[in-house]
């Protein structure tokens, strides 16, 4: 027998490389010409790894890692070919934002975007992981999601594809695909660049996943596509990652290290959404207010910059040299846009130096609402938390707050349960929302996550009963004050975004006025502008600014009349 004939011929290997559910496809090889595999196709090592063991996950799983070299995809696979795409988003703004960044790769590479589940070619879950009641949602939407797989499959239809983005892809990795054997791609926050391979490896069998964490991206160069066209709001990414490493926090191990965009490139796509008729952006960061713009800017020495923390506020990683900072960014667009709505978060109460708050004062298209995350309103539970300040210096800064700016509304997120609170810990809690007064809040049950500081060195040792109750003090201690400080509206005038009809009826809209509460106001004509008659009506619609005369409230509502159409410049001006 020739020997020569048993060796394998390179379509052979092509073929069972094909079987393996490994990355390159055997019609590949045969349409590339010999020096195109020299240059760029498979190396001798991808035809040696052999075959696989029955079973063994390992190998019919693709993991992205920086010590090996990028395996080889043809360029024309990297392209969606019209493959339908639905997007379900969880969590936070910034996954809001990070999707409409997906999307707007995806739609470069020729996917086409669909929002009924039933003729999806792929599925995209952009996740959360900063509770668990938040990764049991998506657990239970990934088998409603296997079972709708299972049955195309059965009926021989098209294939599903399922992906899992974001921060709980980076806290999990591999044990996505190892628990929920129907997940196919699995992307991290630094990783959406590349779906587009990810997506085409998956689509040949094999399991991918890419949740390396990067250094300096900040997806600068990629303008998002909103998911909602009609909305005349938008989110603009500023900065990604965080640094101040919460004991009770999985951000800094799921999105990485502080890094920043360029003024420049925040500039520029703040104007192309005005330009596309947005009306309000809300800059977004985990830490959004410990902007810095390394790329230009003054240098200063260590010394100076240790000054612009809040006094009594201290960070546990060192303090940045240079650049410009969050005051400098809201200037810039404060001044490009000014009959834009800007808003932002989430800060931490440290990065609020006095200059950040006198430009939220002098300019009128900056809105006069600040979110300031308390998280504990006891000095022993904020320092087990490694937030960086006491109680008397977290209620130093609401003063002078409310002193710089004149009738600010207020927001914060409490955290009740946190490991070794006491019943009077806890309290210090309730009487600092009572104290504060906030018209929004955030409010929740402890919960331990894997990696923090917290699961290292504390116990969670708090009755699941006793958080619960405690949850309820908080919510209703919060609305007591909400409720109060909503009735001060009352007689008002106010200027109010129009966002589109209230859910409970096609009679009223709703919008939002500059302290970021809910306003309640019929629909149907009003006054062209100020000082138009009567008979000088306009209708109202999205993304009109009307100035409105409050007439009721409760906890979570106004209620107002509308008196005329107007702008950010004007309404401000004529008071």
């Known amino acids: 027998m020739n020997t020569l004939a048993r060796k394998p011929t390179l379509l052979t290997v092509g073929r069972r490389l094909l079987s393996n559910r490994t990355l390159v496809r055997a019609e590949t090889f045969s349409s590339m010409k010999k020096s195109d595999h020299l240059k760029e196709g498979p190396s001798l090592q991808d035809f040696l790894r052999g075959t696989p063991p029955e079973n063994d996950l390992s190998f019919s799983v693709y993991i992205a890692d920086r010590c090996k070299p990028i395996p ?213 960061g985990q830490n959004v207010n410990s902007y810095r713009d390394t790329s230009g800017g003054p240098l200063e020495d260590a010394a100076k910059e240790a000054t612009l923390l809040a006094p009594g506020f201290r960070t546990v990683y060192k303090s940045k040299v240079g650049g410009l900072r969050f005051a400098e960014l809201l200037v810039e667009l404060a001044e490009a846009v000014p009959e834009v709505r800007i808003r932002f978060t989430s800060p931490h109460p440290k990065d609020f130096p006095k200059d950040v708050l006198e430009t939220i004062a002098k300019y009128p298209n900056i809105c006069n609402s600040l979110h300031l995350p308390a998280q504990s309103g006891n000095t022993e539970v904020l320092e087990r938390m490694r937030r960086g300040y006491t109680r008397e210096a977290y209620l130093n800064l609401v003063q002078d707050v409310r002193r710089i700016i004149p009738n600010v509304t207020l927001s914060s997120d409490f955290i009740c349960g946190f ?121 109202v619609g999205v993304g009109d600014y009307v100035a409105v005369r409050v007439v009721g409230s409760n906890s979570q509502i106004l209620k107002a009349e509308p008196l005329y159409h107007t702008t950010i410049r004007e309404f401000y001006a004529a008071r």
Not at 83 to 107: A, H, P
Not at 451 to 480: G, S
Not at 512 to 525: Q, S, T, W
């Open 72 to 284: 080889y995809v043809s360029p024309e696979s990297l392209l969606g070919q019209k493959r339908k795409v639905f997007l379900e988003v969880y969590g936070c703004q910034m996954n809001t934002n990070d999707t409409e960044i997906v999307w707007s790769i995806l739609k470069a590479h020729e996917y086409q975007r669909t929002v009924n589940l039933k003729e999806a070619d792929i599925v995209l879950m952009m996740t959360c992981a900063i509770r668990e009641g938040a990764e049991d949602t998506v657990w239970n939407r990934l088998k409603h999601l296997r079972l709708l797989k299972r049955k195309r499959e059965a009926n021989a239809e098209k294939p599903l594809q399922i992906g899992v983005l974001g921060c709980m892809a980076e806290r999990l990795k591999m044990q996505l695909v190892e628990r929920e054997h129907s997940v196919d791609v699995v992307a991290g926050p630094d990783a959406y660049k590349d779906l587009p391979r990810l997506l085409s490896i998956g689509q040949k069998g094999q399991k991918a996943i890419n949740v390396l964490l990067s250094l300096d991206e900040t997806y600068a160069d990629v303008v998002p596509v909103k998911l909602d066209r009609k909305s005349k709001t938008a989110f603009v990414s500023i900065m990604r990652g965080c640094d101040n490493m919460c004991s009770y926090c999985i951000v800094p191990f799921t999105r990485g290290k502080e890094r920043s965009r360029p003024i420049a490139s925040i500039r520029e796509e703040v104007l192309q959404l005005e330009n596309e008729g947005i009306r309000e952006i809300t800059l977004l």
């Open 419 to 539: 490991c070794g609170e006491t019943e009077s810990e806890f309290t210090d809690t309730v009487s600092l929302i009572e104290q504060v007064g906030y018209h929004t809040a955030f409010l929740f049950a402890y919960s331990m996550r894997e990696k923090t500081t917290a699961h290292r060195r504390y116990n969670d040792d708090v009755p699941e009963e006793v958080k619960q109750e405690r949850l309820r003090r908080m919510i209703a201690a919060f609305r007591r004050e909400a409720e109060l400080l909503n009735s001060m509206f009352i007689d008002r005038t106010e200027l109010v975004l129009i966002e589109g009809y209230s859910k409970r009826s096609r009679t009223d809209l709703a919008g939002r006025n500059d302290g970021n509460v809910k306003v309640i106001i019929p629909a149907g004509p009003i006054r062209a502008d100020r000082t138009a008659g009567r008979k000088d009506l306009r209708p």
